[in-house]
């Protein structure tokens, strides 16, 4: 059996004192989630992994959050490629914060934040993004 691996994580919007322009930015946000590849067209970023509240309620308060969370045959080997397609959803999200878990059975675990040059982004921004990595090394994964 090959190594598994486990990624998870949230991407936050950010609070908004206007109901109707956080209504559009979680309708932006919605559109292209749901606009991802599906069932086995998806090589690493599918829409099946995202899961939100998309109106104000139960799980919804003020700030939007995005979960998200997949398995994968020894991913980190191929992580560039898995962080390329991440950041190219997050350049079309609206979103304030991301962080994305990485656990493998032979590298242990890895923390990745994301966070724009503004302290919030949008798809119309030019900015670049900012990410931070940290590297904590814990026991293996036991199945």
């Known amino acids: 059996m090959e190594s598994e691996s486990i990624v998870y994580g949230c991407i936050r919007d950010w ?3 206007d109901p109707e322009q956080a209504r559009l930015r979680r309708a932006i946000n919605q559109r292209e989630l749901q606009a991802l590849p599906s069932g086995d067209a998806w090589p690493f970023i599918g829409r099946d992994m995202f899961s939100f509240c998309p109106e104000p309620g ?5 700030t939007q ?3 998200f969370g997949a398995s994968y045959r020894a991913v980190e080997y191929e992580w560039t490629l898995w962080v390329e397609q991440f950041e190219a959803l997050l350049k079309r999200l609206y979103w304030g914060s991301a962080v994305v878990h990485l ?6 675990s890895h923390t990745f934040r994301w966070e ?4 919030f982004h949008s798809p119309q921004d030019p900015g670049g993004l900012l990410v931070r990595c940290a590297w904590e090394r814990e026991g293996a994964l036991h199945s």
């Open 15 to 17: 609070p908004s004192g």
């Open 103 to 108: 656990e493998t059975e032979l590298s242990g």
């Open 65 to 67: 959050v995005i979960h």
């Open 58 to 62: 139960e799980g919804l308060y003020q």
């Open 116 to 119: 724009s040059e503004q302290g």
